[in-house]
């Protein structure tokens, strides 16, 4: 897996969220820990042999490929909102499939994952 920059996503949610004239501050300090919630969602449920490590500031990198920035972003969003954010007027819409967006998106990572794991290995049957 590549590493994904969090500064596009970070940028993206201080849009959805309107915060973008706050500097640094809560917002900063709960997009990390949304961040980390997320990841340590994602080990879980997509019973990760190799965890995602976490992270400690906006300005890091997740080791998780590009494909999956939807995933990051939706799991990003949610834990936002249960921590007190409210999406920027218009978003409110979008905001209500994220949970579905993310929850399919851990099972596709999980399934992506077994392919890999069958395809490196044909004829260990563990993955089929």
Known sequence: MSD????????????????????????DLDF????????????????????IPRITDINGTVELDEDYADV????????LMT????????????MRSMNEIFKEGIAGIADDLRN??????PDDETYT
């Open 116 to 121: 890999d794991l069958q395809e490196a290995d």
């Open 32 to 51: 990390v820990d949304a961040t980390n919630a997320t990841i340590n969602r994602i080990n879980r449920e997509a019973d990760l042999d190799d965890r």
């Open 4 to 27: 994904l920059l969090l500064t596009a996503i970070y940028d993206q949610k201080k849009r959805e969220f309107a915060a973008q004239n706050i500097a640094g501050g809560r917002f």
């Open 83 to 94: 921590y007190g954010h409210r999406p920027a007027k218009g978003a409110d819409a979008a």
């Open 72 to 79: 990051l972003s939706a799991g990003i969003s949610i834990y």
